[in-house]
């Protein structure tokens, strides 16, 4: 029985959320490859055993070398390297791609799963969130598209790298343990380092898990104030520096990696890939920017409207403060503040209050500024502010690659980047549906209360569940998949849908979709030279 009153087996739910998160997948088994599958795989050299695997690291994830003009830059060898394990085995059949991507999910689910009970020291946080993120919609794109396993491998090492991080903290009912110096703490430094570097390998995103382990470091392990960083006295005392040190070093290191490899040039991609980005006004670009993460966030919270692409004039410009998106991304911005607000002042109390318990209840040693023991009880009340914001950790920073703000992306939304993201969403929520649990069984109609929020969690899953399910119906063919986009991307929709048809003899149908594709967008020259050549 677990804190909140929920009768939890941590293996049991590892091993249950991980056999759901597959189960739900399992209708892609029959799919075809799709959209960004044949230029990935079926027309990739690197995959096709065309060039030596030594080429892998050398050119990018679409099979062009790193140094060419055309090159999107985006190394993946690790992930590309699969893809070609996969053609070893079984040449170009579908069905052995989707069993890997299937078995990459319920692996990252799994790991989710251990890394969450660590975090939170609450088996039924953990087993929640896991059912959460299992069957999450928004990660459709990333499981049923064959490509999408860059997100996947990308977030197995990720976990395996926070997995690390906390094994420095071992974990007993309501103890935290931390030594520093210690063999055990410079194990996991490397180990942090070996797979941040696997999971940037894979996909560029994985790079962010070193500042979230030098976050969990500081705040959750050493539960230092928000204050106490601006203390430089302090902070050089503490144990932990050298191993914020050495982590800084790997994220610098693999950094300068990254930008050698680009050439120190960001690659160049079409207008219509990411259109705020050749607007010449700073405002429209701002504004737009500013507004795409509270679209994000929507897609985590409501995935209803879901498309293969989301380019071109999908999601129009934001031109002026007229605009009523602008009203929307105020607030957002304003309830995100407020919250890490709220975050950093109770922080602040719990890290004064958890200090206070260890030298009054504990034979604590200070060593260097840092309070180290080989037992020191945290109050399960005081646990979930550190647990919300890792949450709000988990969300944030995986996130910030793709918002334009360091450099611009090929890309104005992209459902499967939300894969990492999502992990710290279904985190926020399972931790607050457990508090609300705690909160309601003090109540006079305490056991009505608790029965109507699992109902309403069991709603939640069960409509998360039908989305995924249904949405990997229409990653099951080209001709579905465009056909789902004709609501939100009509004009690359039409366009695609119009290739598809030509191929399949349907010269009179491919016409018409090539006409509807230059309604909404007239501008299109591959479309016009498909329709003047059908």
Same mark, same amino acid.
């Given at each position: 029985?677990?804190?909140?009153?929920?009768?939890?087996?941590?293996?049991?739910?590892?091993?249950?959320?991980?056999?759901?998160?597959?189960?739900?997948?399992?209708?892609?088994?029959?799919?075809?490859?799709?959209?960004?599958?044949?230029?990935?795989?079926?027309?990739?050299?690197?995959?096709?055993?065309?060039?030596?695997?030594?080429?892998?690291?050398?050119?990018?994830?679409?099979?062009?070398?790193?140094?060419?003009?055309?090159?999107?830059?985006?190394?993946?060898?690790?992930?590309?390297?699969?893809?070609?394990?996969?053609?070893?085995?079984?040449?170009?059949?579908?069905?052995?791609?989707?069993?890997?991507?299937?078995?990459?999910?319920?692996?990252?689910?799994?790991?989710?799963?251990?890394?969450?009970?660590?975090?939170?020291?609450?088996?039924?946080?953990?087993?929640?969130?896991?059912?959460?993120?299992?069957?999450?919609?928004?990660?459709?794109?990333?499981?049923?598209?064959?490509?999408?396993?860059?997100?996947?491998?990308?977030?197995?090492?990720?976990?395996?790298?926070?997995?690390?991080?906390?094994?420095?903290?071992?974990?007993?009912?309501?103890?935290?343990?931390?030594?520093?110096?210690?063999?055990?703490?410079?194990?996991?430094? !490397?180990?942090?380092?070996?797979?941040?570097?696997?999971?940037?390998?894979?996909?560029?995103?994985?790079?962010?898990?070193?500042?979230?382990?030098?976050?969990?470091?500081?705040?959750?392990?050493?539960?230092?104030?928000?204050?106490?960083?601006?203390?430089?006295?302090?902070?050089?005392?503490?144990?932990?520096?050298?191993?914020?040190?050495?982590?800084?070093?790997?994220?610098?290191?693999?950094?300068?990696?990254?930008?050698?490899?680009?050439?120190?040039?960001?690659?160049?991609?079409?207008?219509?890939?990411?259109?705020?980005?050749?607007?010449?006004?700073?405002?429209?670009?701002?504004?737009?920017?500013?507004?795409?993460?509270?679209?994000?966030?929507?897609?985590?919270?409501?995935?209803?409207?879901?498309?293969?692409?989301?380019?071109?004039?999908?999601?129009?410009?934001?031109?002026?403060?007229?605009?009523?998106?602008?009203?929307?991304?105020?607030?957002?911005?304003?309830?995100?503040?407020?919250?890490?607000?709220?975050?950093?002042?109770?922080?602040?109390?719990?890290?004064?209050?958890?200090?206070?318990?260890?030298?009054?209840?504990?034979?604590?040693?200070?060593?260097?500024?840092?309070?180290?023991?080989?037992?020191?009880?945290?109050?399960?009340?005081?646990?979930?502010?550190?647990?919300?914001?890792?949450?709000?950790?988990?969300?944030?920073?995986?996130?910030?690659?793709?918002?334009?703000?360091?450099?611009?992306?090929?890309?104005?939304?992209?459902?499967?980047?939300?894969?990492?993201?999502?992990?710290?969403?279904?985190?926020?929520?399972?931790?607050?549906?457990?508090?609300?649990?705690?909160?309601?069984?003090?109540?006079?109609?305490?056991?009505?209360?608790?029965?109507?929020?699992?109902?309403?969690?069991?709603? !939640?899953?069960?409509?998360?569940?039908?989305?995924?399910?249904?949405?990997?119906?229409?990653?099951?063919?080209?001709?579905?998949?465009?056909?789902?986009? !004709?609501?939100?991307?009509?004009?690359?929709?039409?366009?695609?849908?119009?290739?598809?048809?030509?191929?399949?003899?349907?010269?009179?149908?491919?016409?018409?979709?090539?006409?509807?594709?230059?309604?909404?967008?007239?501008?299109?020259?591959?479309?016009?030279?498909?329709?003047?050549?059908?």
């Amino acid at each position: 029985m677990d804190e909140d009153g929920v009768a939890v087996d941590k293996k049991t739910g590892v091993v249950l959320c991980s056999l759901f998160a597959i189960v739900l997948y399992l209708n892609t088994l029959s799919a075809e490859f799709a959209y960004d599958d044949n230029r990935a795989i079926l027309r990739n050299p690197d995959v096709l055993q065309e060039t030596p695997i030594a080429n892998l690291f050398l050119n990018d994830f679409w099979g062009t070398p790193l140094v060419h003009s055309g090159s999107h830059k985006s190394y993946r060898p690790l992930c590309v390297l699969t893809f070609r394990l996969n053609h070893a085995l079984h040449g170009l059949q579908p069905l052995g791609y989707h069993l890997v991507n299937i078995l990459c999910h319920g692996s990252v689910t799994s790991l989710y799963v251990l890394v969450v009970d660590r975090i939170s020291r609450n088996s039924a946080v953990a087993v929640l969130s896991g059912i959460l993120f299992g069957c999450h919609p928004i990660h459709t794109e990333a499981v049923a598209g064959v490509v999408g396993r860059a997100e996947l491998l990308a977030s197995l090492f990720f976990l395996f790298a926070l997995l690390c991080c906390c094994g420095s903290c071992h974990r007993e009912p309501q103890k935290v343990e931390y030594q520093c110096g210690s063999t055990s703490s410079w194990m996991s430094v !490397l180990g942090i380092g070996l797979c941040s570097a696997f999971s940037m390998l894979c996909k560029e995103q994985g790079l962010t898990v070193l500042a979230v382990c030098c976050i969990f470091r500081v705040f959750i392990q050493q539960r230092l104030q928000f204050k106490d960083l601006f203390d430089f006295h302090l902070v050089l005392k503490l144990c932990v520096i050298k191993d914020l040190l050495i982590l800084c070093a790997f994220a610098i290191l693999l950094l300068c990696f990254r930008i050698l490899l680009m050439g120190g040039e960001p690659p160049e991609f079409a207008p219509a890939d990411n259109p705020a980005s050749e607007s010449d006004s700073l405002l429209t670009r701002s504004l737009t920017y500013l507004y795409l993460p509270c679209l994000n966030f929507f897609l985590l919270l409501c995935p209803i409207l879901l498309s293969f692409d989301w380019s071109m004039d999908t999601v129009p410009l934001v031109q002026s403060f007229a605009d009523l998106r602008v009203l929307v991304t105020f607030m957002f911005y304003i309830f995100l503040c407020i919250f890490v607000l709220y975050i950093l002042r109770f922080l602040n109390v719990t890290g004064r209050r958890a200090k206070a318990k260890e030298e009054n209840d504990f034979n604590v040693t200070r060593i260097a500024g840092c309070f180290v023991s080989c037992s020191v009880k945290v109050s399960h009340r005081l646990c979930h502010v550190p647990v919300v914001l890792m949450a709000l950790t988990l969300t944030i920073i995986p996130f910030m690659p793709a918002t334009n703000l360091f450099f611009y992306v090929g890309f104005v939304v992209a459902e499967r980047v939300l894969y990492i993201p999502s992990m710290g969403f279904c985190l926020l929520v399972a931790q607050g549906f457990c508090r609300l649990l705690s909160h309601v069984q003090t109540l006079s109609r305490g056991k009505i209360y608790r029965q109507l929020l699992w109902i309403l969690f069991f709603l !939640l899953v069960t409509s998360f569940s039908v989305r995924t399910l249904r949405r990997n119906l229409d990653w099951r063919t080209e001709d579905s998949l465009y056909r789902s986009g !004709l609501y939100i991307n009509p004009a690359k929709a039409f366009g695609n849908l119009g290739n598809v048809l030509k191929a399949q003899g349907k010269m009179n149908e491919a016409e018409m979709a090539y006409r509807s594709a230059l309604r909404y967008r007239s501008n299109m020259a591959d479309v016009h030279y498909n329709l003047f050549n059908n």
